[in-house]
């Protein structure tokens, strides 16, 4: 199986780190926090910054301890229970796309400020998007290439600001510098806090760092550092050169400092820089976000296909597919809604890193033994601050004077945790789909359902074809690999007749119950049906040597394919028949198990496990039959 490849260096690293951090809270930020808190939005800045740099330690620890693709998800796997790991990373996806959304939205309106050119935006919108995925899917190093490029433009552009203005300054467009009260600076912070959202991005690229145990945790302190440090430059120098009241009405703040000091010309080239820095931040959203979905799907908290690696690339390109189509469908529904973006995105954000956070002194006690590259200091006070901070962020922009509420935050409060709490069937359905243990509970309370549907769930001519394929079985000696409730096992049992033998075997406690009752009803004492819980991973080991194998339905369930068909291989003689039938396609919605997908990987896995063996498909009604049949061979042989 392809692996990721491990390339990137620090440089990249850092260069992500800057562009995935620095958001659009720098060029937007000057005039949202102008209209909240005036002069004083500087102080926000500096207060913000600082909670930041110290909030990167704990990224830099968690990064030490799990140099893994999942970022955010991994870090929550090894904190808390694997249903709210789960969540974690859904809620991670989800700021994902809300952040790419709202890049792409503010980078366009940069470029593109008329708002009549509303179908040029759109189409170059979606052109980027696809450009810069195609760019993810044919390699990493391509991408990392990208990443520097963008952080060096970035930095440019706010440094051709920051530089000339610090010669402009105004000092007294700073008085007076408290115009509103103490409580406006935590509004400003909520409002701005976006700026500094991104420091899971860099973890995501760990499987494809050198030594990602050191480079990224510096990555990280050092990418927020620089951050923080351009923030507080811009806007001291937005407000130094251009009046606050000025700065909170205008929708492109930076293009009026620009043209202040650089002139018209100069403010196009500013725009265009502004436009390509935003474009950066897009790029590592895309890198980034695939890696999440990957480490997800790694788990089976997400379709297992998207853990796929290209042979050639090294990229997972179908998770990158995947998150192109979503990022595609999320902006089109948020196209032109900035403000909207934003206030939908804080919270969730917020409530994200706030987990994070708690989820280091968490490690702390579960793994006080576990390799840390990095500590954060003064740990528990930290936290505790840190944790208080934020709470108290989100409490007064739902409160703003204390007492009324604020609705627009409740509205966007109701959607965003819609939202999370969509991922709750989500994980229903996996859990469903791919855990042993819920297929259990679910075959055992589903199993009288099950004998009344029979003839629907394994139709009479599937039972038929399989017979058909096994042939003249009188006499002999047939195991039946998960048998449900017995409906194929009673035609087995009759083709067997009382000569030979049926083995059936289930890990439904409750299926079997039914088996044996028919069973016992039809008088077949030939057939020995037989509980094994652990069946995804095994053959029963009181199963004698067989001269037959049938299975329906069990293929999808095995987690050791490999294994499970070479302890089936060691109980048939040279030319013993195996048939398989499975679902496949199922509800033409429901993704097949990876392996089923493909007649060729079938064939293969089973050749390797010492079958010769034939791979046909039939269409039904809600899904489709996948059928294996063949023998045990002594020579390799193509096909049966």
């Not at 980034?288 to 998207?306: E, G, N, V, Y």
């Not at 050749?607 to 063996?613: K, L, M, P």
């Not at 489709?624 to 020579?635: D, L, Q, R, T």
């Amino acid at each position: 199986m392809a692996e990721l490849k491990r390339v990137l260096g620090f440089w990249t690293i850092l260069s992500l780190a800057i562009g995935s951090i620095m958001g659009t809270g720098l060029f937007f930020g000057t005039s949202i926090a102008s209209g909240y808190s005036g002069n004083a939005s500087i102080l926000a800045w500096v207060i913000l910054s600082l909670i930041a740099i110290y909030i990167s330690l704990y990224f830099a620890e968690l990064a030490s301890m799990f140099p893994k693709a999942g970022g955010v998800y991994e870090f929550s796997k090894h904190a808390y229970s694997r249903f709210f790991s789960f969540i974690m990373g859904w809620t991670a996806w989800i700021v994902g796309n809300l952040t790419t959304a709202l890049l792409v939205v503010a980078a366009i309106d940069y470029l593109l400020p008329d708002p009549s050119n509303l179908w040029v935006k759109f189409a170059v919108s979606v052109l980027l998007i696809i450009i810069l995925n195609a760019v993810a899917y044919f390699g990493i190093e391509a991408s990392a290439f990208v990443l520097v490029i963008f952080a060096v433009v970035s930095v440019s552009v706010l440094l051709s600001l920051i530089i000339p203005g610090i010669f402009s300054i105004n000092h007294s467009n700073y008085s007076p510098f408290f115009v509103f009260g103490a409580s406006s600076i935590l509004v400003t912070i909520f409002y701005i806090a976006e700026s500094f959202f991104g420091w899971e991005s860099a973890t995501y690229l760990a499987e494809e760092t050198q030594n990602p145990e050191k480079i990224i945790p510096k990555a990280i302190i050092i990418g927020t550092v620089i951050v923080g440090i351009l923030g507080i430059s811009i806007t001291a120098v937005s407000l130094g050169v251009i009046p606050w009241r000025a700065l909170a009405g205008s929708a492109a703040p930076l293009a009026l400092v620009s043209a202040e000091l650089l002139g018209n010309f100069g403010t196009k080239l500013i725009n265009i820089g502004i436009f390509v820095t935003l474009i950066g931040s897009v790029a590592g959203s895309v890198i980034t976000m695939p890696r999440l979905i990957l480490a997800l799907a790694r788990d089976k908290l997400f379709i297992s296909q998207f853990s796929d690696i290209h042979d050639k690339f090294k990229t997972p390109y179908k998770a990158i597919i995947f998150q192109t189509i979503v990022s595609l469908l999320v902006f089109a529904m948020a196209f032109g809604r900035y403000s909207s973006l934003l206030v939908l995105l804080l919270p969730l954000g917020f409530v994200m890193y706030l987990f994070i956070i708690l989820s280091v002194p968490i490690l702390r006690k579960k793994e006080p033994r576990a390799k840390r590259g990095f500590k954060v200091p003064f740990v528990h006070l930290g936290t505790f601050i840190i944790a208080i901070f934020i709470i108290g962020v989100i409490f007064i922009w739902i409160f703003p004077d204390f007492s009324s509420l604020n609705p627009e935050a409740i509205k966007s409060l109701k959607l965003g945790f819609s939202l999370l709490l969509l991922g709750a069937p989500i994980y229903l359905l996996l859990n469903i789909y791919y855990n042993p243990d819920t297929i259990i509970k679910i075959n055992d309370n589903l199993a009288y359902l099950t004998l009344v549907m029979e003839r629907f769930i394994l139709p009479k001519s599937v039972r038929a074809e399989i017979l058909a394929l096994l042939g003249d079985v009188r006499g002999k000696r047939i195991l039946e690999f998960g048998c449900s409730v017995g409906t194929l096992t009673l035609q087995l049992a009759q083709s067997v007749s009382q000569s030979g033998r049926v083995y059936a075997t289930d890990f439904s406690e409750k299926d079997l119950v039914i088996t044996r009752k028919r069973m016992l009803r039809k008088g077949y004492k030939h057939v020995i049906v037989i509980h094994d819980e652990h069946q995804i991973n095994r053959v029963h080991p009181s199963i004698p040597h067989v001269n037959a194998i049938v299975s329906v339905g069990m293929m999808g369930y095995m987690q050791d394919v490999k294994k499970v068909l070479r302890e089936m291989r060691d109980l048939l003689p040279y030319g013993g028949k195996i048939v398989f039938a499975d679902y496949v396609d199922f509800f033409k919605v429901i993704p097949n198990v990876a392996w089923l997908s493909n007649d060729r990987v079938i064939e293969k896995i089973f050749r390797e496990a010492g079958f010769s063996v034939f791979v046909t498909r039939r269409k039904g009604l809600l899904w489709n039959y996948v059928y294996v049949y063949g023998i045990k061979f002594h020579e390799d042989i193509p096909y049966v």
